[in-house]
């Protein structure tokens, strides 16, 4: 099952054209600001090794790692309700800001201020945690006997309420294991990782910033969020063109690669996740992972009788396939390994997994 990760924003930031661009989807991006409708697509996770590997094994078909891509609604006075429930569906978040002038697309606040608008959604986040909190509480304070599980749950969510109440996200409560376990049913919002995507013109883009770019980026270090700036509307004209032409006005342009390729990399890696891949002549593929994943884990995502009749997994590096380029000359070269089943998989391995049942 694919990991989720759900868009957010106000109305009119670029959210649809952004979930577009992800998961080469043809959503309508009209200047409508009352969308109900819920967009879900799979993204694929750019990754040049892949274009390498089968570039040697010439294979069948080519898979990349994914994520499965949730277009939620904008946030609009009286709806909260729908955008919050959207949100707890995702594992992750975008939160898309607008930073973009526009006369033809009104703000709907009536005027430009990103941090305000970042400040604004995470407000609502925050509000949302809060309120569950204290729901609970009150309904376990109304109950006749506190003890045991209910008792390890009440200890977490006052911990919770304090952290809530310095402006703090939940992922910041220090739980132990125990108490994430009594309180993950409520579906926290402020534990979700999330980076923001600001949506800036051309002209910002070629002057290399944007109004309220400061303060955006101290507003996102204190909270631990990773902030890439990107031109939507740029990278929509991209991805209509050609690969040909695509590459030459990239080099025009001087953008070494696509924005878009830059996002789904970055909440990827937001999300603790890596790939190991598969190689031969039928497929090339990653496989998506959490960073710390032992050998014999990693043999189940492959399939669930590999991991049961795991014996070892051979290794090899992608630097060194790629710097060597051939399998044989990296076994002549004593640079293809033999793990057992708590070797810990890294990014880019390439395994071959050794199994009987």
Partial sequence: MALTCGIIGLPL???TTLFNLLTKADEETSNYSGRTKTNVRVAEIPDRRLDFLAGIYHPKKVVPAVLEVTDVPGLNPG???AFLAAVREVDALIHVVRAFKSEDVPHVD?????LRDMENINAELFLADLQMVETRLERIAAGKKIKGETLVEQRALQ????????????SEAGLTDEEWQAVYS???LTTKPMIVVVNIDEEHLQEGG?????SVAAYAQKKGIPVLAICLELEAEIARLEPGERDLFLEEMGIAEPGIERVARAIYKHLGLISFLTVGADEVRAWTIEKVTRAREA???VHTDIERGFIRAEVVKYDDMEKLGDMAKIKENGLA???GKDYLVQDGDIVDFRFNI
């Fill in 186 to 188: 409520l579906g926290f």
């Fill in 13 to 15: 930031v670029g959210k």
């Fill in 79 to 81: 709806k909260g309700a």
């Fill in 299 to 301: 043999a189940g995502k």
């Fill in 210 to 214: 944007f109004d309220g770019g400061d």
């Fill in 110 to 114: 009536g005027n430009l201020n990103p």
């Fill in 159 to 170: 911990q919770c309420q304090e952290v809530l109440n310095d402006e703090k996200p939940l």
């Fill in 337 to 339: 390994r033999l793990e």
